[in-house]
């Protein structure tokens, strides 16, 4: 059961802690750091990486896997010279705090203390090894305020997952590009929703070219059903290795914290700061049996 959760309380966590990347406040809070928001990859490897201090572009890709080292590599370690780590891990609790407030209004006070207690027992419980986001996340201190608590619990989470996720594609011999070429291939998002992590087309092509090779894709680039074994493998293993914080919280505990969490997640999706289709799958990959 645990493991379904997982995939359950992923879908529960992953919009909230994304709003940081989206919301106007963020952009806002980002240009005051002086960073361009013209696109919103300045602020975006800024936000994510700032728990891991000055990391450079070699620790970034390894972190992040399925972003282009040469994408990367336009960023990293750029962003650290128009703001340090601490000043933006500053800038990303106030964009949170406005984010969130602007989201809630009134009702910022309503069951988030409560909670904020369940997501931080099951953040605090987490096994880092070979999860540097998650680690570097939980590093940090908590936030007194409880819906600032409460979203830096889900961040320690969703990276958790995201971690764990690099080790199943890695555990299924899917370098950083095909893992993109494979996810759409499945159909999770378009093709052409992947080109914000910075692929060539002629990296594209040749990725495809192997997975091919593997019968792992079509002619046309859908996948096989080797492929989708393999991507349900995928899923399958990402799910177990991201159980563990939702097995420590227990099955009360995490439908405890679904419920509370509902008014904030529907008022996430109610603000439309998401796009409607993201390179995250979620809605479209299910739980394989």
């Given amino acids: 059961m645990s493991v379904r959760l997982a995939r359950t309380m992923w879908h529960q966590i992953e919009p909230v802690h994304a709003t940081l990347y989206y919301s106007p406040e963020a952009f806002e809070e980002s240009a005051a750091l002086g960073y361009d928001v ?47 780590p601490a000043q933006v891990l500053d800038a990303r609790l106030r964009a949170m705090d406005r984010t969130l407030r602007g989201l809630l209004g009134d009702r910022i006070d309503e069951g988030l203390k409560e909670a904020a207690e369940l997501a931080i027992r099951a953040a605090e419980s987490v096994d880092v090894a070979h999860r540097p986001l998650a680690a570097a996340n939980l ?10 608590a409460l979203w830096q619990a889900y961040t320690v989470l969703r990276e958790h997952r995201g971690d764990g996720h690099l080790t199943a594609l890695h555990a299924a011999g899917l370098d950083a590009c095909e893992a993109l070429v494979s996810f759409a291939a499945v159909g999770a998002a ?28 079509d002619d046309e680039g859908t996948a096989t059903p080797a492929g989708r074994a393999l991507r349900d493998q995928v899923e399958r293993m990402t799910d177990e290795l991201a159980a563990s914080p939702w097995r420590a919280l227990g099955e009360a505990g995490a439908e405890r914290l679904a419920e509370l969490n509902r008014p904030l997640l529907g008022a996430v999706f109610e603000s439309g700061l998401l796009p409607a289709v993201t390179t995250l799958g979620i809605g479209r990959i299910q739980a394989p049996e």
């Fill in 139 to 148: 590093d940090l201190p908590w936030p007194e305020e409880p819906h600032l």
């Fill in 38 to 84: 013209t696109t919103r990859w300045p602020s975006y490897f800024a936000w994510r990486t700032a728990p891991l201090g000055a990391a450079g572009p070699a620790l970034v890709a390894a972190a992040y896997y399925s972003f282009s080292p040469s994408m990367i590599a336009q960023y990293v370690p750029g962003v650290w010279e128009t703001a340090t």
């Fill in 190 to 217: 378009p093709a052409e929703n992947f080109a914000g992590r910075g692929w060539s087309d002629e990296e594209w092509s040749a990725a495809r070219d192997r997975l091919a090779a593997r019968g792992l894709i």
